[in-house]
């Protein structure tokens, strides 16, 4: 295509645009299996390892978010000039890498050094490939297509939850590494050769034209510090990550220690083992309850958001508020049944934010600063939710279970339930950003 593309158009056919979703959905997957995948192994790695909760923390998140969110900006920089594709392939092959290498980890200090290396992997995706999405999909549609990217959290999460359960039992944990890391070496070269880069399909002249008008950091981040309702939307997400990724390091440890015996007798009716049977249910009642909630999100932004913006943001406000009770009822409750029941209605509620969300944050910004203002976004929610929120999971549980006397089993459960209550604080700077968002909105 050597011709200028019409105003609003976008540089690629529809038949194009929808492989190219379904092949950044794929590797979305595989970022987030690689990184959930230690969730369900977290315990039998404690025992191995011989490690407490709060080093559980470090592992599941800190280690990889410090890494993950610093390095987000630099290469969201290069992105907004080079081949975004390339870069993708790059990050896809690195972390999938030093995923298979966890599985030869001898010690903590080993582990935590390949999560270090998963994360400076994936710190290469999210940013290029939001700003890929953007340029490939007109706005009327880019909450949907943002949303079906999204799909990636929870379908990830779920083969990471039952294909680490199930490979677990039947071959120990650090086989799960392995297997986990393997097809994303594949996805490397897919991305490598077969996505396309928008750039190379403007007129020089319109390409030197975007080039010279790109914005420097210290302008992108002017942009940004102008926009009240990116800020508004940056923390309310990082809080509801701070116990999303608390909740899904500890709820396999918080049903070993509260759910034993019943999941055993479970597990025994079906011919599994025990992390392989709360693997499968884990990973079917959060993964596809999420998958659910993430694409409802992206439709819903997208029809009530063509009437009113500030639907962006009352989507997430009013569904993280209404999750809160399913969450506190499902860790307290004895039956084991009904808390998985109970646990499967947050995870609707709680991704309906991640089109809406995304897609609000792109058209704060114009196009040459789109990858950098996601850049922002995750380092504010990873560094907040995935590097503390684990650690501080762990260490109120450490605390609880210890200091306070309740034991391992009343220390995680009550730790995830203080943590559940954050929620009311992320629903209410949601419903606050609903205030600027359009005025604020210019592509």
């Known amino acids: 295509m050597q ?14 645009r929808r492989y190219a979703l379904w092949v950044l959905l794929i590797i979305y997957i595989l970022n987030f299996l690689d990184r959930q995948i230690v969730a369900i192994l977290a315990e039998p790695i ?10 559980l923390g470090v592992m599941t998140g800190l280690a990889f978010a410090l ?13 907004e000039r080079g081949n975004r594709p390339l870069i993708i392939a790059a990050a896809v092959g690195t972390w999938s890498g030093f995923t298979m290498l966890c599985g030869f980890a001898q010690n903590f200090v080993q582990l935590v050094l390949c999560r270090v290396g998963v994360g400076v992997g994936e710190a290469g995706c999210t940013p290029p490939a939001h700003s890929l999405i953007s340029d490939y999909t007109q706005r009327e549609r ?3 297509a943002l949303a079906f990217y999204s799909l990636g959290t929870p379908l990830g999460g779920l ?18 590494f392995l297997v986990a890391g393997a097809p994303g070496i594949l996805m490397a070269i897919v991305a490598a050769l077969t996505l396309r880069e928008p750039r190379r399909q403007m007129l020089a002249a319109d390409l030197a034209a975007r080039r010279a008008t790109a914005p420097s950091l ?39 220690r509260n759910h034993s015996e019943s999941l055993t007798d479970m597990a025994d009716g079906f011919g599994l083992g025990v992390a392989g049977f709360l693997g499968v249910a884990l990973g079917l009642i959060l993964g596809l309850t999420g998958a659910v909630g993430t694409w409802l999100g992206g439709y819903l932004a997208d029809k009530h958001g063509a009437k009113d913006l500030r639907a962006y943001m009352s989507i997430p406000a009013v569904s993280t508020a209404l999750g809160i009770p399913f969450y506190m009822v499902g860790l ?12 499967a209605f947050p995870p609707v509620l709680n991704t309906l934010w991640y089109g809406p969300g995304y897609a609000a944050v792109q058209g704060l910004v114009r196009p040459q600063t789109r990858a950098t203002a996601t850049a922002v976004l995750l380092l504010i929610i990873n560094l907040v939710g995935l590097g503390l929120g684990p650690l501080g999971v762990g260490a109120v549980s450490d605390l609880l279970s210890g200091p306070m006397g309740l034991g391992k089993a009343e220390g995680v459960r009550w730790s995830l339930v203080i943590f559940t209550l954050f929620g009311f604080l992320a629903s209410t700077l949601f419903w606050m950003a609903r205030k600027t968002l359009r005025e604020e909105t210019v592509s």
């Open 332 to 343: 307290t409750v004895e039956d084991t049944t009904l808390a998985l029941i109970m646990l």
């Open 3 to 16: 011709q200028s593309q019409q105003a609003g158009a976008p540089p690629v056919s529809d038949g194009y």
């Open 159 to 176: 083969l990471g939850m039952v294909l680490g359960g199930l490979i677990g039992d039947a071959w120990g944990w650090r086989t799960a």
């Open 218 to 256: 210290r302008e992108a981040l002017v942009e940004l510090k102008a926009k009240r309702a990116f800020w508004l939307i940056a923390f309310g997400a990082a809080i509801k990550a701070f116990i999303g990724y608390g909740a899904a390091s500890f709820l396999a440890p918080f049903f070993f």
């Open 46 to 55: 404690r025992q191995e390892l011989h490690l407490a909760d709060w080093q």
């Open 142 to 144: 880019r909450a949907s």
């Open 67 to 79: 890494f993950y969110t610093f390095l987000g900006i630099p290469i969201a920089r290069v992105a």
